[in-house]
């Protein structure tokens, strides 16, 4: 195996079990891997630190073990099955109200560059390695060996989360099996889930507890649903009580499975949604909303967005605090990781000063159980939530 020796001093965050090497660490490269290819990595005096994947880039070496251990069949398995062991045990596998979770959230789960989301009986993974993609087929027959017939199908979603410049063609493809976008459960709610053509890998699955505490707020409110998606707080919304409830986003498709979603739990129910842009939508509300979920896409992919994504989310939860009706409940996301829970606050603090509302912080949400931070890898928690109070 291609062995990589750190500087002098540079073994010290991988001695606390921190999984990403970074190039400007490396001293020396002895042997010239290829991309994906799995490295040892030593420090200057020749101590083992830790195994990898190696990739051109500013992260050179993603850890896959901090011990010399062969990586085999049965090294991808074992902790495939760690990860589905945990998802039982937290309540999330083998659950008949909910049958979708994320199964592997990469460096939460010690395989950095590797998601995997279960629909009911399709498994989504989603690579951003080239040495995870490289193991695709080994990984989806390890899902089949552990999951058995509750498993028909493993779908590779990763043309687009793959760096391009690897040259590797990844594209979106059924690597074993076969299934139709499906109808899968969350907390008994049904919603309809395309993991081919719809973003990410096809569900926000990390606003589940969220949209619960939604339907415990929901009762009686006017509910404003800002970057819906297919809908999966309104749902929430109008089963917790809502006296009407309004979905907006621009995508025409997901507004349309947001009026599937809610016609296939309801019947005649006060909904409507719009396939429009929110910060337009948002300019033009008056104070007819007494509950409002704001939940943005990443506004900052990198640092370099970092200023301008603070702007925006100080421009959207101003407007929201300013027009929500007294009394009303603001649910404020950031999915940037990017964006620290401080700098988030800050913006959001900021807005409720230009608003000039008497604002209370109710709850600070962030990510759901299934989506585990490690504890070395502070950079994982990526989710973000204020509920205030707007008085
Ligand atoms: N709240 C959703 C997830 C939101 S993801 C859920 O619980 O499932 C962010 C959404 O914002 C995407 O659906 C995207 O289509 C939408 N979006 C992005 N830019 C937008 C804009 N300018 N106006 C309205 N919607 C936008």
Redo the contacts with the bound molecule.
């Keep these: 195996m291609v062995k990589i020796i750190l500087k002098s001093g540079k073994e010290q965050s991988l001695l606390r079990f921190h999984p990403w090497v970074f190039s400007g660490a490396i001293k020396k490269i002895e042997g010239s891997p290829a991309e994906g290819d799995l490295v040892e990595v030593f420090s200057v005096s020749n101590d083992f630190l830790a195994i990898g994947h190696y990739q051109v880039g500013s992260i050179a070496v993603r850890i896959v073990s901090f011990s010399q251990v062969d990586i085999n069949d049965l090294f991808w398995k074992t902790k495939l099955q760690k990860a589905f062991q945990m998802r039982k045990s937290i309540g999330l596998a083998e659950n008949p109200q909910t049958n979708v979770y994320r199964l592997v959230h990469g460096e939460g789960d010690g395989l950095p560059g590797l998601i995997i989301d279960i629909y009911n009986d399709t498994a989504v993974m989603q690579m951003h390695s080239i040495g995870m993609y490289r193991i695709r087929e080994q990984l989806a027959k390890a899902l089949k060996d552990i999951y058995g017939d509750q498993l028909v199908a493993v779908y590779d979603k990763s043309a687009a989360t793959i760096p391009f410049k690897a040259n590797v063609g990844a594209k979106n493809e059924y690597i074993w099996g076969e299934s139709q976008p499906a109808e899968v459960l969350e907390y008994g709610n049904k919603f309809r889930v395309d993991w081919i053509e719809g973003?990410k890998t096809g569900?926000?699955i990390d606003?589940r507890e969220n949209?619960k505490l939604v339907e415990f707020y929901a009762k009686d409110r006017s509910v404003l649903?800002?970057?819906?998606?297919?809908?999966?707080?309104s749902v929430y919304a109008l089963r917790g009580g809502a006296k009407l409830v309004h979905s907006?986003?621009?995508?025409e498709k997901?507004i349309e499975l947001t009026n599937q979603n809610v016609a296939s739990n309801f019947t005649d129910t006060p909904h409507e949604a719009f396939a429009?842009?929110?910060?337009e939508?948002l300019n033009k509300i008056e104070n007819q909303y007494d509950l409002i979920?704001l939940?943005?896409?990443a506004f900052a992919k990198h640092q370099s967005a970092l200023k301008n994504a603070l702007q925006a989310y100080k421009r959207i939860n101003a407007r929201a605090i300013s027009k929500i009706k007294p009394g009303g409940i603001l649910f404020t996301f950031s999915c940037s990781q990017v964006v620290g829970k401080e700098q988030f606050r800050q913006a959001v603090f900021s807005a409720a000063a230009i608003a000039k509302r008497e604002v209370r912080i109710l709850h600070q949400l962030t990510q759901p159980s299934d989506h585990p931070v490690n504890i070395y890898h502070p950079e994982g928690e990526y989710l973000k939530g204020l509920v205030l109070y707007v008085e």
Aim: glycine share 10%; hydrophobic share 40%; no cysteine.
């Design positions: 973003q569900f926000f606003q949209r649903n800002v970057f819906g998606y297919t809908g999966g707080f907006v986003d621009s995508s997901a429009v842009d929110a910060f939508y979920i939940d943005p896409p």
